[in-house]
């Protein structure tokens, strides 16, 4: 079985901080990780994807992300936050030998200006 | 998103009926997926496919039935045994030719049990 959990319901920022929202996955196989950010009533965009390589990923709009394996973690970042990426953002994760994909409860973001 | 319709976007049941929610796409993708969004609980899968005349239960499939006719093609119909039916349902599609890719959402279809 395959799961991703995402501790905090919300993460509050002001503008121009370091943001970060936090994944923990466990999977039997490979994990291939992702991150979507969803806006209200609409679907869900992709921004950032580790399947393997180098542990620290970038992404759309200034995004970046850390593979840790010994943690089983995928924690997603962004150094200087902006009022717009105030949004629900989900952690999502595959077995490499799988076609199922698990998404976590998803962390809203709010960033004050 | 681009190249995903889902349809209606809002829909209305009575308790009772079945309704089937449509999702069609355009981009030659092998592998959909159904999704239910409830607040707080995240995305559940509730079935997905691989191929053509091929499905598989996710988490939450009791109530639900899909099928797979056409690769564009893979409807959700909510039957009248899903008791909690209201809630916002996505569409998702990936091409496992690659086996790394992302997975692309439709826009939704928001279903009310009136």
């Known amino acids: 079985a395959q799961s991703v959990a995402q501790p905090e319901d919300q993460v509050n920022v002001a503008e121009g901080n370091p943001l970060t929202v936090k994944c923990t996955y466990s999977v039997s196989g490979n994990p291939y990780l992702f991150w979507y950010v969803q806006y209200p009533n609409r679907g869900l965009q992709f921004l950032l994807k580790?399947?393997?390589?180098?542990?620290l990923v970038k992404g759309s709009y200034g995004f970046e992300a850390e593979f840790n394996k010994s943690q089983t973690s995928f924690h997603l970042k962004k150094p200087s936050a902006l009022v717009s990426d105030s949004a629900l953002y989900f952690c999502?994760?595959?077995?490499?030998?799988?076609?199922?994909?698990?998404f976590g409860a998803g962390t809203t973001v709010t960033v004050r200006a | 998103d681009g190249g995903i319709t889902q349809s209606p976007k809002y829909l209305f049941r009575k308790e009772g009926q079945n309704v089937t929610l449509s999702c069609e796409q355009n981009l030659n993708h092998d592998a959909m997926y159904w999704y239910r969004q409830d607040p707080g609980q995240g995305l559940r899968l509730i079935y997905y496919?691989?191929?053509?005349?091929?499905?598989q239960k996710g988490d939450i499939a009791e109530g639900y039935s899909v099928s797979r006719e056409k690769k564009e093609s893979f409807p959700l119909t909510v039957t009248s045994a899903q008791k909690n039916p209201t809630a916002f349902y996505l569409c998702?599609?990936?091409?496992?030719?690659?086996?790394?890719?992302?997975?692309?959402f439709g826009q939704g279809t928001r279903l009310t049990v009136v």
């Open positions: 496919s691989q191929i053509v005349n091929d499905f």
């Open positions: 998702a599609t990936r091409t496992p030719q690659r086996d790394s890719t992302e997975a692309f």
């Open positions: 999502a994760v595959r077995d490499g030998n799988d076609y199922k994909l698990s």
């Open positions: 580790y399947i393997t390589g180098d542990n």
